[in-house]
Every structure is written in C-alpha cells, then in structure tokens.
C-alpha cells in the first residue's frame, strides 16, 4: 500500500525558516517524481514544487522561487521542503504527492502538514 | 502561467441526479496532462481522472471525464451520498501545473 506522512509542520514567525519531511512508502521511491503541494485555509489547491526521480529537474512556482528548496533522499525514501523566509501567505496545509507518468498527474498524496506563519 | 477556470463555483444537486463541471484553460492544453481530483473535508485530494478521460484506479464507472484543447467536463453520472465534495480540475502541460478553483457538488 502506498503511503505518504508528512511531518515538520508548526508554527513560525514571519522571516523564519521550517522543514518539511515525507516518508514515503508501499512503492519503489526513486522511480518516481515528487511534488508539494499547499492550501491555504478555505482556498484551494496551489502547485509549490516538484522534483524528478534522480533530481535532475527541479520546478518552484514563483511565489516560492528563491526562498523554499526541495529536495529528496532516495536511500531514505524521503521528500523535504525547506521553507525559508516565510510568510503570513504560506501558511497553509502542505501536501506531498506522487507524480506518475510522463504526464506528471498525482496519483497519491500524503494527509497533509500544517504550516502556521504568525507573530 | 495557464489558468484554470472552473465553473459553476457550487452545484446543489439531490442524490441520482447528473452533475456536469467544466474546467476551462485560458490556452490549449494536451488532454494527456489533464486531471481531476475530489477532495472532502479535512481529507487529502484524490485522483479521480487523468489524461482527461482515464478513471484512476478504483474509481467508480459513475464518474467520466472528456473533453479537449481548452474545454474540458467531469461528468457523475447519478450522485452518491459520498460524491458530495470539492473537484478540482489541474494541468501540468505546463509548469507551473495549476489547479482550477474548484467546483463544490453540495446536496440540495
């Protein structure tokens, strides 16, 4: 059985840094892309990063560009998102989820983190 | 960035009857990089459809997606008790890979 388990999540003052961890698991980890993706409360769905199997393609959107990276550990069958200089606009619930496909769609997701920015 | 829009914003519909949710790209998009996705309250998304018309697996008959270039449907053929829920429409033909606002199917 596939599964995906976020953790790190909390609360974090504006201009402070959090990371993000999937393990992952029920599958064979390195053979597939990984993306984040967040909701904001009441909002829908935004698109945050995405990674391929051997990290050689790495894609931010670019309200994250320049202060989250994301990265994996195949050996680990883990995803992280380091979130830096965070805002009071990237709080949020934080999904991991599993690309397939060369079309990239996502098949699996993780229940989700909750990432608080407050003073 | 294409755009996603979805419309109606909310269907009140009853039990058994058809619901129909457009998705529409402010460009064309390939129906291969086309998905849907049903989300309920305080639970993660679900793939229901990719490639625009291709169930996910265990996905009920009930639901149907077609649709191509820029206009794209999610058709529940007779609403279940359980399809009451937020879909999302998303594109990943190109990045950023983004996801409709979502059309709420409410019980009327």
């Known amino acids: 059985e596939v599964q995906l388990v976020e953790s790190g999540g909390g609360l974090v003052k504006p201009g402070g840094s959090l990371r993000l961890s999937c393990a992952a698991s029920g599958f064979t980890f390195s053979s597939y892309s990984m993306n984040w993706v967040r909701q904001a409360p009441g909002k829908g769905l935004e698109w945050v990063s995405s990674i391929s199997s051997s990290s050689s393609y790495i894609y931010y959107a670019d309200s994250v560009k320049g202060r989250f990276t994301i990265s994996r550990d195949n050996a680990k069958n883990s995803l992280y998102l380091q979130m830096n200089s965070l805002r009071a606009e990237d709080t949020a619930v934080y999904y991991c989820a599993r690309g397939s496909g060369s079309e990239g769609f996502l098949d699996y997701w993780g229940q989700g983190t909750l990432v608080t920015v407050s003073s | ?108």
Not at chain 2, 3 to 30: H, I, K, N, Y
Not at chain 2, 67 to 74: A, K, P, V
Request: proline share 6%; charged share 15%; glycine share 10%.
């Open chain 2, 1 to 108: 960035e294409i755009v996603m829009t979805q419309s109606p914003a909310t269907l009140s519909l009853s039990p058994g009857e058809r619901a129909t949710l457009s998705c529409r790209a402010s460009q064309s998009v390939s129906s291969s990089y086309l998905s849907w996705y049903q989300q309920k309250p305080g639970q993660a998304p679900r793939l229901l459809i990719y490639g625009a018309s291709t169930r996910a697996t265990g996905i009920p008959a009930r639901f149907s997606g077609s649709g191509s270039g820029t206009d794209f449907t999610l058709t529940i053929s007779s609403l279940q008790p359980e399809d009451f829920a937020v879909y999302y429409c998303q594109q990943d033909y190109n990045l950023p890979g983004t996801f409709g606002q979502g059309t709420k199917v409410e019980i009327k």
